[in-house]
């Protein structure tokens, strides 16, 4: 009971939400997390790193990004949440804005501002 109660936690935030609901378009590092979201780059590794240590996401390293992507493969729990969440919140208006932006982020912009 322990494990499901601690998955329900990390899942009671909007923004952790968005990430799930953004990261089934596809990897997303953390900069463009940020843009997306409209929050700090540190706030977004706070969220990803609570959505690791319930199995949701994980990370790939690729050059010199970190990418983050759902985890299909760990965790009772998640698995079977995370398959019911690509059926919710499809039509909403903040996940299908944060899409909208997520088209429009540019990587390598996003991530060498100076």
Same mark, same amino acid.
């Given at each position: 009971?322990?494990? @499901?109660? &601690?998955?329900? %936690?990390?899942?009671? =935030?909007?923004?952790?939400? %968005?990430?799930? +609901?953004?990261?089934?378009?596809?990897?997303?590092?953390?900069?463009? @997390?940020?843009?997306?979201?409209?929050?700090?780059?540190?706030?977004?590794?706070?969220? @990803?790193?609570?959505?690791?240590?319930?199995?949701?996401? %994980?990370? &790939?390293?690729?050059?010199?990004?970190?990418?983050?992507?759902? *985890? +299909?493969? =760990?965790?009772?729990?998640? +698995?079977?949440?995370?398959?019911?969440?690509? *059926?919710?919140?499809?039509? =909403?208006?903040?996940? @299908?804005?944060?899409?909208?932006?997520?088209?429009?982020? =540019?990587?390598?912009?996003?991530?060498?501002? +100076?």
């Amino acid at each position: 009971m322990k494990d @499901l109660v &601690r998955l329900l %936690k990390v899942l009671a =935030d909007k923004n952790r939400l %968005k990430i799930l +609901k953004l990261l089934e378009d596809g990897e997303l590092c953390v900069c463009e @997390l940020a843009y997306i979201l409209g929050i700090t780059q540190p706030s977004v590794s706070r969220h @990803l790193k609570k959505l690791k240590s319930v199995g949701l996401i %994980k990370d &790939r390293q690729e050059g010199l990004w970190t990418n983050y992507l759902l *985890n +299909k493969n =760990d965790g009772a729990y998640a +698995k079977v949440l995370g398959g019911h969440m690509r *059926n919710w919140l499809n039509d =909403d208006p903040l996940i @299908l804005s944060g899409r909208h932006k997520a088209g429009k982020a =540019d990587r390598a912009r996003l991530c060498y501002r +100076k």
